[in-house]
């Protein structure tokens, strides 16, 4: 839609890692927060029941708050990211919160398309891959949307696997919601064909 | 022609436009239903590129999530939890206003959680596609409908278009063999499918789940089963239409009738999947040495039998899982100390869920100092269980009779667990803090709830069955 209409090319930056496998949507946004009717204004809110002490300040146990891992814009976390709750108000706080990309070796169907359709790339590797970024924090990574690659610090590249439709939304910052509206005519004459047959 | 599986006859009747290797497919969406918390941006995205909703007449409203279970005051207040709950409610209620849409709202004897109230009112139909901005819309795959969650983008799309952009997910059959033991039910088939393969077990299919135990469910049952799909991945769930699901849709508001219904039902019949048709994946499951699961972490994936050991934890993570819940590996989760039970939610807040847990607690107390919610999935089952007179049994036993919502389940409308208390609550996630903020879930069927709050522990609810089958 309208929001993700800033063409996306490159994410460059350090990675932040959350090692735990299964985070859920409500990890991520807790319900309590869902009462908003904006899109805008949840990243104080990312992970709330993770990374703040009782006193409300940042919990240096959470790995988002140490030093090396503020202002990454890849995220690299644990197996089966972003399950449960279809909620999209999750790729809104990661993305408020500063997250361009995220990268799992797997990835929940509902948050991934909620994702993409928000400009949060959201990508999927081999474990072994996958592994060696867990094992490696604050590694410097330049994504490559046109490409599909991710280029690692010793010069050596991963491919990823990216939709055709998807990269191209994200490139070029279409709108789907405008690719739909263009498929009217289409849909009225399926609509008239079914309400025929009935 | 080729052999064809359910979901491949829901997938091609829906395309308005095949998906290529360039694009998505255009899939048409025959119901759209819709709650509060996940179209408010939806609806201004509409409005602020000037856009009707294409088919009203599709699209079904409720209010779920944010509403207060409590009775309003005497001056007609609800008690909604903050200001911001209030007004999400008063927006959908404008927004439905504006777009000329259907509402099961405050004054409808209708009104309920939305996989509750949509196939009570019959908008619920074989063969459909039906899509709510809401993971568990799953459920409705229990009437043979492809029908699954989406983001609110996708709602705002739906609405301006009928249509998503979607490709076809891979497909997995769960054939469940035998027959479920007495005192074992649908909620503990899935938590033990869920179990058996895994948190992300689904994740990139849409399951069918066939074979004799799934036959034998009832409706209510197959909602139970296919509503948990989420919790393993799968956006969807199916279960293929039979007499039963017929005899339980004929005569609803909304379903076809006359001629018209027995036009519906032959083309319903053709819905099942063909002999010899190809699943991407099949799984076997007994059901009959399924035993009576609940949850001992932090994930649905995370099932044991009651009476089963916890197993050790593989990894530092799964530890952890434990220590939040302050479980133990190797004692069984039977006899763990109870604080809350929660009956209710869109997979087990149905009349005979409300039954199963009242057939234990007739005539039982719940145990000293521990409070238990019961909270009907809608308008219509708190009619048929006050009809009944399933709310004495429930205050006579000391529990809360609330009003319809989603509630404790996901509890965002106050209805909550204090930090540290163990709930044993008959709803789908137990996901850290997802009761309340330090609350420990159990998930568990209605019948382990019901046993659970009387023993005030953890427990099996057949030593009560046994006990009144002896009486």
Sequence with gaps: MSQTSQPLTYVHSRTAVLRNENIDTDRIIPARFLTTTERTGLGKHCFEDWRYAADGSDDPAFPLNQPAARDCSILVAGHNFGCGSSREHAPWALLDYGIKAVISSEIADIFRGNSLKNGLLAIVLSEAEHRWLLDNPGVELRIDVAESTIRLPDGGTIRFELDAFSRHCLLNGVDQLGFLLQQQDAIAAYETLVEKAA | ?471
């Design chain 2, 1 to 471: 022609m080729t052999p064809r599986t359910l979901f491949d006859k829901l997938w091609d009747a829906h395309q308005v436009k095949a998906e290529t290797a360039s694009t998505p497919g255009v899939l048409y969406i025959d119901l759209h239903m819709v709650h509060e918390v996940t179209s408010p941006q939806a609806f201004d995205e509409l409005r602020s590129r000037g856009l009707k909703v294409r088919r009203a007449d599709r699209t079904l409203a409720t209010l779920d999530h944010s509403t207060p279970t409590l009775p309003p005051d005497a001056d007609g207040k609800r008690p909604y939890y903050t200001k911001e709950a209030e007004a999400q409610v008063a927006k959908l209620e404008a927004n439905v206003r504006e777009f000329g849409i259907d509402l099961m709202g405050w004054d409808s004897p209708q009104r309920g959680i939305v996989h509750v109230a949509g196939p009570e009112v019959g908008a619920t139909q074989p063969g459909m596609t039906i899509v709510c901005g809401d993971s568990h819309t799953a459920t409705h795959g229990a009437f043979g409908a492809l029908a699954f969650g989406i983001g609110t983008t996708e709602v705002g799309h739906v609405l301006a278009t009928q249509c998503l952009l979607q490709r076809k997910a891979k497909s997995l059959a769960i054939h469940v063999d035998g027959a479920l033991q007495p005192g074992v039910t649908a909620k503990d088939l899935i938590l033990h499918i869920i179990g058996t393969i895994g948190i992300g077990g689904g994740t990139g299919y849409v399951i069918e789940y066939t074979g004799e135990a799934v036959r034998a469910l009832s409706m209510e049952e197959r909602m139970t089963v296919c509503n948990m799909s989420i919790e393993a991945g799968a956006r969807a769930g199916l279960i293929a239409p039979d007499e039963t699901t017929f005899a339980w849709l004929k005569g609803r508001e909304r379903v076809p009738k006359g001629e018209a219904w027995e036009r519906a039902v032959a083309a319903w019949r053709k819905l099942p999947t063909d002999e010899g048709a190809h699943y991407d994946r099949e799984v076997r499951i007994d059901a009959s040495s399924i035993q009576p699961s609940v949850t001992y972490g932090t994930h649905p994936g995370m099932v044991v039998s009651i009476h089963a050991p916890v197993p050790a934890a593989a990894d530092a993570v799964e530890q952890r899982a434990l220590d939040y819940m302050q479980v133990t590996a190797g004692k069984p989760m039977a006899g763990e100390a109870v604080d809350v039970v929660f009956v209710g939610s869109c997979t087990n807040g149905r009349l005979s869920d409300l039954q199963a847990a009242a057939s234990i607690l007739r005539g039982r107390r719940v145990a000293d100092g521990v409070r238990m919610l019961v909270v009907p999935g809608s308008e219509q089952v708190r009619r048929d269980a006050e009809r009944e007179g399933l709310h004495e049994v429930f205050r006579a036993a000391g529990a809360e009779w609330r009003e319809p919502g989603c509630s404790m389940c996901i509890a965002m409308n106050g209805d909550l667990a204090q930090p540290g208390q163990l709930v044993v609550a008959t709803s789908n996630r137990n996901f850290e803090g997802r009761q309340g903020k330090g609350a420990r879930t159990v998930l568990a069927s209605p019948l382990v709830a019901a046993a659970s709050a009387v023993a005030g522990r953890v427990a099996d609810p057949r030593e009560y069955m046994t006990q009144e089958a002896a009486a």
